[in-house]
């Protein structure tokens, strides 16, 4: 073969490699903006609850547009049917647990009652927030130079 043909298959590889880390860092990425999002929006409702009153679909309309992860999905599950659990199959099922409970628990209850509740769910929002911040900050950067050698091994394997 020749030496171009041998630095193509590395590079083709290299950027396999790469591609898969991109894959396995993305899931990272999409749990951290997700739990971020939602304590955006634990944070709206509370302050809807205490200051306008004007209902949790009008809260979630509103944030709907601002949202870039797949809590605008969740949200749009919400308003067509606020009784019913919105699919989280991204999600572990304790973290799916958390979400479900706070999105079938909104409403349900008294003023003082519901911001009580806000305030046990946002904690437990921000504890996976954090979790998932410091897993992304090693994870993601450790997925993507894995990659990059795992190609760059087979590449030159194949030659």
Do not use: H
Request: positive net charge; proline residues 2%.
């Amino acid at each position: 073969m020749k030496l171009t043909t041998k630095l193509l298959l590395i590079a083709l590889s290299c950027a396999a490699g790469l591609l898969v880390g991109a894959f396995f860092s993305n899931a990272l990425k999409r749990k951290r903006d997700f739990f971020s999002e939602l304590l955006a929006f634990i944070d709206s409702v509370a302050s809807d609850i205490t200051f306008r009153q004007e209902g949790i679909r009008s809260v979630a309309s509103n944030f709907k547009s601002t949202c870039k992860s797949k809590l605008k999905n969740v949200l749009d599950e919400y308003e067509q049917a606020p009784d019913s659990i919105p699919l989280l199959s991204f999600l572990p099922k304790n973290e799916s647990k958390v979400v479900a409970d706070f999105f079938c628990g909104i409403g349900k209850s008294d003023l003082i009652t519901e911001k009580a509740e806000l305030s046990n769910v946002r904690s437990t929002v921000e504890e996976l927030n954090t979790k998932y911040k410091e897993k992304c900050s090693t994870r993601c950067a450790m997925f993507l130079k894995l990659g990059l050698l795992a190609g760059l091994a087979l590449g030159i394997l194949i030659i």
